[in-house]
């Protein structure tokens, strides 16, 4: 009994050993076999298209690699016999990197490149596009494709590629690699793309789980900003949006989205001399806007007429604009005791650039646009102003001309040479 | 060719004073009005302009309202200044030259009536009142809309509004009034074109001083006659405070006597 025990022992472990040793997974595999060939450099094969595909490996780089330590057949899984060695023959089917990356491969199949993929793109990123093929680093080593100061070169070798982009209809215009260079994000090098996009969870626009469906955007920004995220969420504009009011603004629509300047840079749409002539008007003075949502035109017009506004277009910088009185992230309703234009908080509001403002400033209606058929009186008043003083200037200069008229008429008449 | 003292040196600085500060009370307030016009491109391509054009304002009406109590002063308290108030009051007269000058000039007087006018006619009446009347506005809204914060601790906001109203509307007339008709009396009226120098030179001629103040023509010359009787000489001073009476006039002579010179030939001018 103990001889056989002693056997049983010793085979078990043998085959154990000898299987292990055939299916290989060790540290330090034997590639000898594949490099016979793939380390030729010369070794190539055409695709579909009838491109090149190089098919030479450097083993020094995939050494080197984070996957170093495998074997070429623990990720080329298909490869399961001799054939392929021996007749060179085209291996069908793709690596599955989600045999060992279980998570990320379930992630990855959600996102909008797997979908194109499965659609029929095959263009689109697979794994290998964003991490490498047998030279793929740790995400934290700088020599790794998706390091955060590589993302945006491997992002842009697609996104940035103006054939690519028309190819594939990513969109018309400066790319956003182009835009993000110039960008306060792109010029902090602490932002990548997949800062707002996500990575392996990068999703379709129209996915409702994507951070940057239109509902999410707050979110993914509030990621780096979160005071001015919660501020904008509970303010008109953010409380609009998050009930799926595609016509109110979130982020992007005030900042921009990959081009995002700074409020100093004059192409910024948040610049102070943009607010008030684009960014505020072009949903406020907009009349479809203004009939969905009930508010009134004329703000902006009766804000051109007053003179804050004509300072303002004439290049004043100190005069006030939409966002001096109405805020920036914390915009509210004049109904809302926390808005800046409550009737109670409207006093320190005009007080921040008038010392001295009384309450009688914050009185009536601010908007005015004067006319004698409005129902504010101070409106009433200036409309009859005008009136009166348009017939008074009809009536007082038209006589003047015309008593001048005739008498220069006689007195030409009269100088005539006889 | 003779000539009558119209102004004295004083009262055509004060009016050269007015005549600047006017205008840039126009430029600068209609600039505010009409920030894209071409005209306000100096004030909106630099920085800081439109806080310039506000201080300008400011400075010139400040300057204007000086000057009117200036000249207030000037007419209750100097010799020349309370004639000019004597002479300035508007009468039944004035209404009547008004009314016979359009029906002469519309030939419903046929022949032309002539008319003889005093030391300030119609014209210049109505300007003088205009004058008054517009300052007054002008300075009042003026001072609203400057010490808002002040003016509205004790006014509601709607007079603000108003006031804003008045004083653009005012500001038309005022400056259609001065086109229209005061550029008319002293520029294009062909018995004065191209100009009425009395501004600068303080004198007008016999002639101009025939066609539009007659009626002060024929007292002066009275006087002259009553003066020349009385002492023998032709004293020639045609008001007892001008210091040294008709004839010679401003250091502005030379520049003036070539302009003097080619506006006569303009008058003179029978064609080709």
């Known amino acids: 009994m103990r001889d056989f025990k002693e056997w049983a022992v010793f085979s078990g472990i043998l085959s154990i050993a000898l299987i292990l040793s055939m299916a290989g997974g060790v540290w330090g595999a034997d590639n000898s076999l594949c490099m016979g060939c793939h380390q030729d450099e010369a070794l190539t094969r055409q695709d579909a298209q009838g491109a090149k595909i190089l098919l030479y490996v450097s083993e020094a780089e995939f050494k080197k690699s984070v996957h170093g330590g495998l074997s070429c057949t623990d990720c080329h899984a298909q490869i399961k016999d001799e054939a392929h060695a021996a007749g060179g023959q085209k291996v069908r089917d793709r690596v599955e990197c989600g045999t060992c990356h279980q998570n990320e491969a379930k992630e990855y199949r959600q996102s909008l490149h797997a979908k194109a993929i499965m659609k029929g793109t095959d263009a689109a990123a697979h794994c290998y596009d964003c991490h490498g093929t047998h030279a793929i680093y740790p995400v934290k080593d700088e020599k790794s494709m998706v390091h955060g100061a590589n993302i945006e070169k491997t992002c842009n070798r697609c996104h940035s590629d103006t054939r690519f982009v028309k190819d594939h209809a990513l969109g018309a215009g400066p790319t956003p690699g182009e835009l993000f260079e110039l960008s306060i994000h792109g010029q902090t090098g602490e932002v990548t793309c997949a800062s707002c996009h996500g990575s392996h969870d990068l999703r379709s626009l129209i996915d409702p789980q994507s951070s940057i469906f239109r509902s999410n955007v707050t979110q993914t920004c509030g990621v780096c900003h979160p005071e001015i995220a919660k501020e904008f969420e509970e303010s008109i504009h953010g409380v609009l949006a998050a009930r799926g009011r595609s016509e109110s603004p979130t982020c992007t629509t005030c900042h921009g989205i990959h081009g995002i300047k700074t409020k100093v840079a004059p192409e910024s749409p948040v610049n102070e001399r943009r607010i008030a002539m684009t960014t505020c008007p072009q949903c406020h003075a907009a009349e479809r806007i203004s009939e969905t949502y009930g508010i009134t035109t004329g703000q902006v017009k009766s804000y051109y007429d007053s003179f804050h506004g004509l300072s303002y277009q004439g290049g004043d910088t100190y005069s006030a604009n939409c966002a001096s009185c109405h805020g920036v992230h914390n915009i509210r309703p004049s109904s809302d005791p926390k808005s800046t234009i409550y009737k109670d908080n409207l006093q320190k509001t005009c007080g921040h650039c008038h010392p001295g403002a009384s309450a009688n400033f914050a009185k009536g209606k601010m908007h005015i646009a004067a006319s004698i058929h409005a129902e504010e009186f101070g409106e009433k008043v200036a409309g009859w102003v005008r009136v009166v003083y348009i017939l008074l200037i009809i009536v007082v200069i038209g006589g003047m001309v015309f008593f001048n008229f005739t008498d220069w008429l006689r007195k030409t008449i009269d100088k005539r040479p006889r | ?272």
């Open chain 2, 1 to 272: 060719m003779k000539k009558y003292p119209r102004m004295t040196l004083n009262e055509r600085v004060q009016h050269l004073n007015l005549f600047i500060n006017f205008t840039v009370l126009v430029i600068t307030g209609f600039a505010l009005k009409y920030p894209q016009a071409f005209w306000v491109s100096p004030f909106t391509e630099v920085p800081l302009g439109m806080t310039f054009r506000g201080l300008l304002h400011r400075l010139s009406g400040v300057a204007v309202l000086t000057l009117g109590g200036y000249h207030v002063l000037y007419l209750l308290f100097t010799d020349q200044g309370r004639r000019i108030l004597r002479d300035m009051i508007p009468g039944i007269r004035d209404a009547r030259d008004l009314w016979e000058t359009l029906k002469n000039n519309l030939f419903i007087n046929r022949p032309a009536k002539e008319l003889k006018m005093g030391r300030f006619n119609f014209r210049e009446k109505f300007e003088y009142l205009g004058l008054i009347w517009g300052t007054i506005v002008m300075a009042v809204t003026g001072f609203i809309l400057w010490f808002k914060e002040p003016w509205l601790t004790n006014f509601p906001a709607w007079t603000y509004d108003v006031a804003r109203a008045i004083h653009f509307y005012e500001a038309i007339l005022a400056t259609l009034t001065i086109i229209v008709w005061h550029f008319y009396s002293v520029v294009f009226d062909p018995e004065v074109y191209p100009m009425n120098w009395s501004w600068i030179t303080g004198e007008m001629t016999e002639h101009e001083m025939e066609l539009e103040h007659g009626l002060e023509l024929e007292r002066l010359k009275a006087r002259e006659k009553e003066k020349a009787g009385e002492t023998g000489a032709d004293t020639g001073k045609a008001y007892p405070f001008y210091g040294k009476g008709g004839g010679k006039g401003s250091s502005a002579r030379s520049i003036y006597s070539i302009i003097q010179d080619f506006n006569r030939d303009i008058k003179n001018w029978k064609g080709m």
